[in-house]
């Protein structure tokens, strides 16, 4: 998932978490992001896991 798209979801969930490019590896020409995602503690991380990315990657 690019980086952009990832920051865009964050901006809509509200979470307050921040998002980190570690690096970006090739497989088969195709990006692959490895990505941190961290939030202060009370569950940002889980909202914006649970909430936000899971729907997006589903298709709704």
């Not at 809509?12 to 692959?32: D, K």
Request: hydrophobic share 35%; net charge positive.
């Amino acid at each position: 998932m690019p980086l952009e798209e990832l920051e865009e979801l964050r901006r809509r969930s509200g979470a307050e978490v921040s998002l980190r490019l570690l690096e970006v590896t090739r497989r088969n020409r195709i990006p692959l992001n490895r990505v941190l995602i961290e939030g202060e503690e009370g569950g940002e991380v889980k909202r914006f896991m649970g909430g936000s990315l899971m729907r997006a990657r589903a298709g709704g």
